[in-house]
């Protein structure tokens, strides 16, 4: 079975540019998060996905952060304009249902300078 | 609002000695808790969850335990080996309009040879 794949692995930008990552979870997972985390500290979770459908963005900056689940499968988070806080890894994570097991993808490493 | 703190941060231990890693959270209202394992830049890697009627899990060498009433949970590794060196988390599931992980910070695990 393919585990959660993400991309880019690694981007590097400058402050006030955009930047995209896509997430592709494992098949049939309904459920869709995705945490930044900061270096030093565990995850937080910036928004939950129900198939297409946004059940938690409580912790989510909207007015820089937005993020969408094309179809119930894919997802892209997008950061526009990126500040220099914005450096961290941001993990994507799937679940069958809610509250069942989450399984983690490789995560993108992200710099703004 | 659930917090979750893991003690201590970092930990050297030199191989083959078991070992506890710990943790505690601030309200008791969680559905589960779970360990997971996260290696550089690599994702989480889930390996104990304990429903919240549960007192303890195991796999393998590790084992888990969970005292609801107290806001504590205990990782337990038997017998130290070089690869279970890595940063191991503790999570609660929430339900917080959805059911969602609160993270801790992590402890770093060094096992030396």
Same mark, same amino acid.
Do not use: M
């Given at each position: 079975?393919?585990?959660?794949?993400?991309?880019? $692995?690694?981007?590097?930008?400058?402050? $006030?540019?955009?930047?995209?990552?896509?997430?592709n979870p494992?098949?049939?997972h309904?459920t869709?998060?995705?945490y930044q985390?900061?270096?030093g500290?565990?995850?937080?979770?910036l928004?939950?996905f129900?198939?297409n459908?946004?059940?938690d963005?409580?912790?989510l900056?909207?007015? $820089?952060?937005?993020?969408? $689940?094309?179809?119930?499968?894919d997802?892209?988070?997008?950061?526009?304009?990126?500040?220099?806080?914005?450096?961290?890894?941001y993990?994507?994570?799937?679940?069958?249902?809610?509250?069942e097991?989450?399984?983690?993808g490789?995560?993108?490493?992200?710099?703004?300078? | %609002?659930?917090e979750v703190?893991q003690?201590p941060a970092?930990?050297?231990?030199?191989?083959g000695?078991n070992?506890?890693?710990?943790?505690?959270?601030?309200?008791s209202a969680?559905?589960?808790l779970?360990w997971f394992?996260?290696d550089p830049? %690599?994702?989480?890697?889930?390996?104990?969850?304990i429903q919240?009627s549960q007192?303890?899990?195991?796999?393998?060498?590790?084992?888990?335990?969970?005292? %609801?009433?107290?806001g504590?949970s205990t990782l337990?590794?038997?017998?130290s080996?070089?690869g279970?060196?890595a940063?191991?988390?503790?999570a609660?599931?929430?339900i917080q309009g959805?059911?969602k992980?609160v993270?801790?910070?992590?402890?770093?695990l060094?096992?030396n040879?």
């Amino acid at each position: 079975e393919a585990g959660v794949a993400q991309s880019p $692995r690694y981007k590097i930008i400058e402050k $006030r540019q955009s930047v995209a990552f896509w997430c592709n979870p494992i098949s049939g997972h309904a459920t869709l998060y995705w945490y930044q985390q900061i270096l030093g500290q565990g995850p937080k979770l910036l928004i939950q996905f129900q198939n297409n459908g946004v059940v938690d963005d409580s912790q989510l900056p909207k007015d $820089r952060f937005s993020a969408e $689940r094309l179809k119930g499968v894919d997802s892209t988070l997008k950061i526009q304009p990126a500040k220099l806080e914005d450096s961290a890894v941001y993990l994507c994570a799937s679940s069958l249902w809610q509250g069942e097991t989450q399984y983690f993808g490789p995560g993108t490493r992200l710099l703004v300078l | %609002k659930q917090e979750v703190t893991q003690i201590p941060a970092a930990l050297s231990v030199p191989e083959g000695e078991n070992l506890v890693l710990n943790c505690s959270f601030t309200d008791s209202a969680i559905y589960n808790l779970q360990w997971f394992r996260q290696d550089p830049g %690599k994702g989480l890697t889930s390996l104990l969850l304990i429903q919240s009627s549960q007192r303890e899990q195991t796999s393998g060498r590790l084992n888990a335990s969970l005292d %609801k009433s107290s806001g504590r949970s205990t990782l337990y590794i038997a017998a130290s080996q070089p690869g279970d060196s890595a940063t191991y988390l503790c999570a609660v599931s929430i339900i917080q309009g959805a059911q969602k992980l609160v993270f801790g910070q992590g402890t770093r695990l060094t096992i030396n040879p």
